[in-house]
């Protein structure tokens, strides 16, 4: 299976935002649950949203209120607006299934957040 191919990273201060984009070639990507990860310096990766085949959104407690995802079945994407970006957000973010057999892992797009 093709990796997924991450965009939209970059360096913002604190308290900016930044939409992130997920583009995948899967033929049944509809059906998939998918989500955003993320990876700090010297962290184990995390999971920070997910969203179902029909759009309903989870996200960890860590991210709840600032960041949004949503996904477009027609186009294959999936997207992570970030709000209110904080330190701590600093990281390389990802996007994979939510499922035991993980699709292989893109490079990512860097977010870093600094003053």
């Known amino acids: 299976q093709v990796q997924p191919v991450e965009s939209g990273g970059g360096s913002v201060q604190p308290g900016g935002s930044l939409t992130l984009s997920c583009t995948t070639t899967?033929?049944?990507?509809?059906?998939?649950?998918m989500a955003w990860y993320r990876q700090g310096s010297e962290k184990e990766r995390e999971l920070v949203a997910s969203?179902?085949?029909?759009?309903?959104?989870q996200y960890a407690h860590f991210v709840k209120g600032r960041f949004t995802i949503y996904r477009d079945n027609i186009g294959k994407m999936v997207s992570l607006q970030m709000n209110s970006l904080k330190p701590e957000d600093t990281a390389v973010y990802y996007c994979?299934?939510?499922?035991?057999?993980?699709?292989?892992w893109g490079q990512g797009t860097q977010v870093t957040v600094s003053s």
């Open positions: 994979n299934k939510v499922s035991a057999s993980l699709l292989p």
């Open positions: 899967l033929s049944n990507f509809r059906y998939m649950t």
């Open positions: 969203v179902t085949y029909d759009g309903d959104p």
